[in-house]
T-cell receptor
Framework: DSGVTQTPKHLITATGQRVTLRCSPR?????VYWYQQSLDQGLQFLIQ???????AKGNILERFSAQQFPDLHSELNLSSLELGDSALYFC?????????????FGDGTRLSIL | AQKVTQAQTEISVVEKEDVTLDCVYE???????LFWYKQPPSGELVFLIR??????QNEISGRYSWNFQKSTSSFNFTITASQVVDSAVYFC???????????FGTGTSLTVIP
């Protein structure tokens, strides 16, 4: 158990809809990262937050947004969903943002778009 | 360009055989960190090891060993006497000291046949 909690575990929805994925980091971790893992794309970094502030952005679509709240949990919002958004979405956390700190991953949210 | 290359997409071995998973990285930073993660069929990502660029000592942990060679920019992972429970996708990742993003390879899917 990594200590990172992601909800829900599974989400099934239709094209055009909007969903929110939630992540609670490990106790004491201030950084939260979001990744998308699809079959043909591997693990793609989306965005990072540190102590409530956006710190780094990766290949995140404009239809996607995220935030980190004062209690350090984070939410990833996906809107105008398309079939290609079907993937496993991971949240990871680390103590800070220094490169040497390993990221600890949650179990992921599997999003299926019908 | 890919910062982390895992050229082996899939590997199958028979139980008790040794297997080496290759990882080649690319960075201009003098300080960087390398990681290996395991993703079993259940889907979660499990942190295995971190290596600092200034420490080229090989590391052994039980049946797992890692060979870090700066001269060839490689950080290979060997499983000795493989077991069925080792079946998983293994990811190599790079973190640069100047940044705060993990660069993941595309993963190597290992199947250990009983």
């Amino acid at each position: 158990d990594s200590g990172v909690t992601q909800t829900p575990k599974h989400l099934i929805t239709a094209t055009g809809q909007r969903v929110t994925l939630r992540c609670s980091p490990r106790s004491g971790d201030l950084s939260v990262y979001w990744y998308q893992q699809s079959l043909d794309q591997g693990l793609q970094f989306l965005i990072q937050y540190y102590n409530g502030e956006e710190r780094a952005k990766g290949n995140i679509l404009e239809r996607f947004s995220a935030q980190q709240f004062p209690d350090l949990h984070s939410e990833l919002n996906l809107s105008s969903l398309e079939l290609g958004d079907s993937a496993l979405y991971f949240c990871a956390s680390s103590v800070g943002f220094q490169g040497y700190q390993p990221q600890h991953f949650g179990d992921g949210t599997r999003l299926s778009i019908l | 360009a890919q910062k982390v290359t895992q050229a082996q997409t899939e590997i199958s071995v028979v139980e008790k055989e040794d297997v080496t998973l290759d990882c080649v990285y690319e960075t201009r930073d003098t300080t960087y960190y390398l990681f290996w993660y395991k993703q079993p069929p259940s889907g979660e990502l499990v942190f295995l090891i971190r290596r600092n660029s200034f420490d080229e000592q090989n590391e052994i942990s039980g049946r797992y060993s890692w060979n870090f060679q700066k001269s060839t920019s490689s950080f290979n992972f060997t499983i000795t006497a493989s077991q069925v429970v080792d079946s998983a996708v293994y990811f190599c990742a790079l973190s640069e000291d100047t940044g705060n993003q993990f660069y993941f390879g595309t993963g190597t899917s290992l199947t250990v046949i009983p």
